[in-house]
């Protein structure tokens, strides 16, 4: 069973910035790909960036230039370096791991974090 746990989740003035992490553990070894997604209220969870553990990328449109994904194959973590947010990337953010290559259009998700609440608002 794999386990993920994210922190850094908060409440952020537009402009300002936020990390977040996600630790996974458990047998990942077959799994190549680390995400991040959310969901707003009302809205259907999304895939906001993902980085397999060689280092390839994708991001949603309107997290290209403001949202950096990276992650520590050696430690099995995830982080989503956040900058310049708007209130509309207020939404409950997803840790996931699961497969994905540049090939396909989203990853194939194996398991999910519980979601940290991320609230962007003067």
């Known amino acids: 069973q794999v386990q993920l746990v994210e922190s850094g989740g908060g409440l952020v003035q537009p402009g300002g910035s936020l990390r977040l992490s996600c630790a996974a553990s458990g047998s990942i070894f077959s799994l190549n790909a680390m995400a991040w997604y959310r969901q707003a209220p009302g809205k259907q969870r999304e895939l906001v960036a993902v980085?397999?553990?060689?280092?390839?990328?994708n991001y949603k449109d309107s997290a290209k230039g403001r949202f950096t994904i990276s992650r520590d194959n050696a430690k099995n973590t995830v982080a989503l370096q956040m900058n310049s947010l708007k209130p509309e990337d207020t939404a409950v953010y997803y840790c996931?791991?699961?497969?994905?290559?540049?090939?396909?259009?989203?990853?194939?998700?194996?398991?999910w974090g519980q979601g940290t609440q991320v609230t962007v608002s003067s």
């Open positions: 980085i397999t553990n060689g280092g390839i990328t």
């Open positions: 996931a791991i699961g497969s994905w290559s540049p090939y396909r259009l989203l990853p194939s998700v194996a398991f």
